[in-house]
């Protein structure tokens, strides 16, 4: 945890000071200069709902990223400086496909809990609701905690190779968040999202093409009074079968912040971000028993970044069906790809 009561080297505080102070370098962010939704989380295949049943998907997640030049963020009401972030985090996710249709789509809901440790760390702490001075040296934060839940609802239809479904994500606070600590899993803000999915799936062929757009609105933190603005994120995927079981392909993400930032709480202004990505993935399936598992390893480096981390983003996803409705009660098509 991050220790802010001991004693501060006066001399490093002066010079520290100096340099941050006198041409500060602000973060043009989200509070915590991150997003609730997880860029990069909807990967190939994103537009494919699977038949009625019940899935398990897991997904374990890492991030490391920085923001130097004296560049500052806020995050549990405290602002800091020259700050980096190593995340190590898991989201386990079931998901209900029920057999309810609307409009001729498979209406499903998931639920997603989030749990993992944010090693944070940063050259200063410019202030703090623990601290009423500035503390100097690289000061380390780094807490196992669980996330905000994420409550989704879904709506999937087929027509051929064309797939495309509509979400609706709600994000709700964990109460594991904690004032005053860089190391937060949670961000403790209310959010909707709402995304749309598209993929193109051609099963003889091999070759998959998928985009994803969407837009979050934020509510205020309660605990620190800080509103984060409107954002927008778009993830695209191109993947080619190389055979039943494996693919390879390219993936990527865009975000911007359409609204500035606001609430008592803002220290650094009504700022925005924006970030892209691109990387690659490879996907295989193999089976335990008569279980199909589905395997993914997507791995994005971030670019033209403003006022935001720039760091690379891994995932290590595995999914795979509980129970799936007997064929003659399906009445939607089975993302099944055929031998090439």
Not at 2 to 11: A, C, G, I, K
């Amino acid at each position: 945890m991050l220790d802010l009561s001991r004693p501060t080297r006066v001399l490093a505080v002066a010079v520290l000071a100096a340099t941050c102070l006198s041409s500060p370098r602000k973060v043009e962010a989200a509070e915590g200069a991150q997003g609730v939704y997880l860029l990069g989380n909807r990967g190939p295949l994103a537009g494919v709902t699977p038949p009625p049943g019940f899935y398990f998907e897991n997904e374990t997640y890492f991030y490391q990223g920085n923001l130097g030049g004296n560049r500052s963020f806020q995050s549990g009401g405290v602002v800091a400086a020259n700050v980096k972030l190593d995340v190590s985090a898991n989201f386990a996710t079931p998901v209900w496909v029920t057999p309810a249709e609307i409009f001729g789509g498979n209406l499903g809901f998931s639920v997603t809990i989030p749990f993992g440790t944010p090693n944070v760390s940063a050259g200063a702490v410019l202030s703090s609701p623990r601290i009423d001075r500035l503390v100097s040296g690289r000061e380390r934060d780094a807490i196992f905690n669980v996330g905000d839940i994420y409550l989704a609802s879904f709506v999937g239809w087929h027509s051929g190779n064309v797939h495309w479904s509509t979400t609706v994500l709600g994000v709700v606070p964990s109460g594991s968040y904690e004032n005053g600590q860089l190391s937060n899993i949670s961000l403790n803000r209310p959010a909707l999202d709402l995304s749309a999915a598209l993929t193109y799936l051609d099963p003889v062929l091999g070759y998959e093409l998928s985009v994803v757009p969407g837009i979050t609105f934020n509510w205020i933190n309660p605990a620190t009074q800080y509103r984060t603005g409107t954002e927008f994120h778009l993830e695209w995927s191109a993947s080619k079968y190389l055979s039943q079981q494996l693919s390879v392909g390219i993936v990527g993400y865009f975000y911007d912040q359409v609204t500035g930032d606001s609430g008592r709480g803002d220290r650094i202004g009504p700022f925005k971000g924006r970030v892209t990505a691109l990387g690659g993935q490879i996907g295989y399936t193999f089976k335990v028993g008569e279980i199909p598992v589905s395997t993914n390893v997507r791995v994005l480096r971030e670019f033209d970044v403003t006022n935001r981390f720039e760091g690379t983003a891994t995932y290590l996803a595995i999914s795979a069906p509980l129970w799936v409705a007997p064929p003659k009660a399906v009445a939607a098509v089975a993302p099944v790809i055929a031998k090439f």
